[in-house]
């Protein structure tokens, strides 16, 4: 069954100590991971995919990277408005509900200035 | 602005009201996805519509349908409600290529007494 974890649940940083956030996942044949924000009340918004081990995409003080049973998604030195839940979710290759995104549960990041 | 409108914002139903949740995009997607998000258990796909014309049922089905009015319309119904429908429900669209990933909508929030 295709999975997707995600650690810690919630993790709180002080403006400038960099973390990671952690995607463990299951797949029967990976087509594409996917990393969103959700800002409270409001819908997730697309950051990245990554598609084959050893990728990696950046954005801002966000970086991803990909391997063949996780991804990370690297806080570098952030700030208080990095503050959000991020949700990992991940696409199989095949067609119908196959190709669906599962996502994980979320890692809520809160940064204190 | 471009994107994914969904209304109602909140709503209170009473146990077996009926309701209809709707959902419009403005980017020429062509699939179009309803998801339901709880405390502790993440995003679940209800149903989805890879394209106008055709519906599929995700992971959690029961008590919904849907219906693809057009291109730009997806609307979920509830046809009586159950306290268990307590949920804030998100619609997204897609293009249908991966790399972009899917666009949210706001959500609505839910709550069945």
């Known amino acids: 069954e295709d999975q997707v974890t995600q650690s810690p649940e919630a993790l709180r940083l002080q403006e400038g100590e960099s973390s990671s956030l952690n995607c463990s996942y299951t797949v029967s044949g990976l087509r594409g991971l996917f990393w969103y924000r959700q800002d409270p009340g409001k819908g997730p918004e697309f950051l990245f995919t990554l598609y084959s081990a050893g990728e990696e995409k950046e954005k801002e003080r966000l970086k991803a990277t990909l391997t063949k049973k996780e991804s990370f998604l690297h806080i570098t030195a952030p700030k208080p408005e990095d503050s959000a839940t991020y949700l990992c979710?991940?696409?199989?290759?095949?067609?119908?509900?196959?190709?669906?995104?599962?996502f994980g549960k979320g890692t809520k990041l809160s940064v204190k200035p | 602005n471009a994107g994914v409108t969904q209304t109602p914002k909140f709503q209170v139903l009473k146990t077996g009201q009926s309701m209809t949740l709707q959902c419009a995009q403005d980017?020429?997607?062509?699939?179009m996805y309803w998801y339901r998000q709880d405390p502790g258990m993440g995003l679940r796909l209800i149903y989805y519509?890879?394209?106008?014309?055709?519906?599929d049922k995700g992971e959690v089905p029961n008590g919904y349908n849907v219906s693809r009015l057009n291109k730009r319309e997806f609307s979920l119904r509830l046809e009586s409600a159950a306290p268990s429908q307590t949920s804030v429900y998100f619609c997204?669209?897609?293009?249908?290529?991966?790399?972009?990933?899917?666009?949210f909508g706001s959500g609505t929030r839910l709550t069945v007494v």
């Open positions: 519509s890879a394209s106008e014309g055709t519906t």
């Open positions: 979710a991940v696409q199989a290759l095949g067609g119908g509900s196959q190709g669906n995104l599962i």
């Open positions: 980017m020429n997607h062509n699939s």
């Open positions: 997204a669209s897609s293009v249908g290529t991966i790399d972009v990933g899917y666009t």
